[in-house]
């Protein structure tokens, strides 16, 4: 299976979660050309990958990210979180 190997590793990110999505442009911009679409994944274990695309170019980076990290992805992000992934590897959330 393809995949992409980060910091000596293979990550396979079609067959791992897709945790919490979202694109991020400029506010208020009818076109924006540095629109990005981010996508956190939960391969395994306590590792999180981040891939960023570069809609306009197509382009893709990937980043190793950790637990407290990813946190803060979705704290920052929490529309794009999919709450079924979510509660499979953190269990229910706190209720307000």
Known sequence: MAGIIIN?????????????????????????????????YYPKGKTFILQTTYDLAGDDEYKVLSQKEAHAFMNKYPSGIHETVYKRYFGEPEEM
Not at 31 to 36: G, L, V
């Open 8 to 40: 000596g590793k293979k990550y396979v990110l079609s067959n791992q979660d897709l945790l919490c999505e979202a694109v991020v442009s400029k506010k208020g911009a009818l076109f924006d050309f540095n629109t990005q679409t981010k996508r956190l």
